[in-house]
C-alpha cells in the first residue's frame, strides 16, 4: 500500500471553505478485493495544548472524516468522530461527535453505535443510537438518539465544540449546542489502551488535523468531499 502511505488526500480552499476529498489515484486492494481511495490529513504545525475549538463541517454522504487533537505528526492521538457513513462489513455504524483512540488502543469511546436509515436516494434519512461492542467504560456523558436528532442537521452545516483540557485530557464535544460526548481519558478502561504509555506519547501538547480516510466507496464515496469553514480556537 505504498501510494496510501505517501497520500495526503486532496485539499482545496475555495470561497472561505476547506475541502477535503480522496486523492484521484485508486487502486484494487490486494486482501479486501474491492478498489480503494487514499486520504490523508490537513495539519497544524503548532502544537497546541488546553483548548476550546469551535469549526463548522459539511460532510457528504459517506464519508468518514473527523477532528484530530492531541496528535503526533503520525496521527496518533484522539479523534473527534465525524464517520459519515452506513455499517461497515462489521455491521458497525459511523460515528458522529464521540472519540476514537487512534494507534493508542484503537477503539471508540462511544456506548453506542449508530444506525443510519437510508432512503431510496441512497442518502440518510433517519438515526438510532443502539448499545455498541467496544466496551468503553468511564464515559461522563454520552448523548441519546432523540438529543443526537436535535443536534445533527443532514445535509448541512453542523457545529463542533471541542474542549481538551489536562496532560492526559478530559474531552468534551458539542454539536449546534448539544452536548454528545464527555470523556477523562484517563479513566479509560480498556485491554489496548495504557493511560501512562499514551500520556509519555503524546505529551502535554499535540497537533489538531482533518482527515480524509482511507477505503472503499461504501466508506468514502467517489466524489464525495466535507466541507470545513469558520475556525475559532481559543487557549485555556
Known sequence: MRANNASRGKWE????????????????????????GFGGWLMTDELFGDFELLIDAHPDWPCDTGIYVRTTTEGEGF????????????????????????????????????RW?????????????????DGVTKVEHSCTSDEFRKAWRTNDWNTFRIR?????????????????CECDTAKIEWRHYRPDAVKKLLGPRGHI???????????WGIGKVVRWRNIYLKSL
Open 13 to 36: 480552499v475555495r470561497d472561505g471553505m476547506i475541502f477535503g476529498g480522496q486523492s484521484e489515484q485508486r487502486m484494487r486492494h490486494p486482501v479486501q478485493k474491492m478498489d480503494w
Open 79 to 114: 479523534q473527534i468522530l465525524c464517520d459519515h457513513r452506513g455499517d461497515d462489513a462489521k455491521g458497525v455504524g459511523g460515528s458522529v461527535g464521540f472519540i476514537y483512540c487512534k494507534s493508542i488502543g484503537n477503539m471508540r469511546v462511544d456506548p453506542n453505535n449508530f
Open 164 to 180: 481538551v483540557v489536562g496532560h492526559l485530557p478530559r474531552i468534551t464535544t458539542w454539536i449546534n449546542d448539544v452536548k454528545i
Open 117 to 133: 436509515e437510508v432512503g431510496a436516494d441512497g442518502l440518510p434519512k433517519d438515526v438510532k443510537l443502539i448499545p455498541g461492542t
Open 209 to 219: 488535523a482533518l482527515e480524509v480516510h482511507d477505503g472503499p466507496a461504501n466508506r
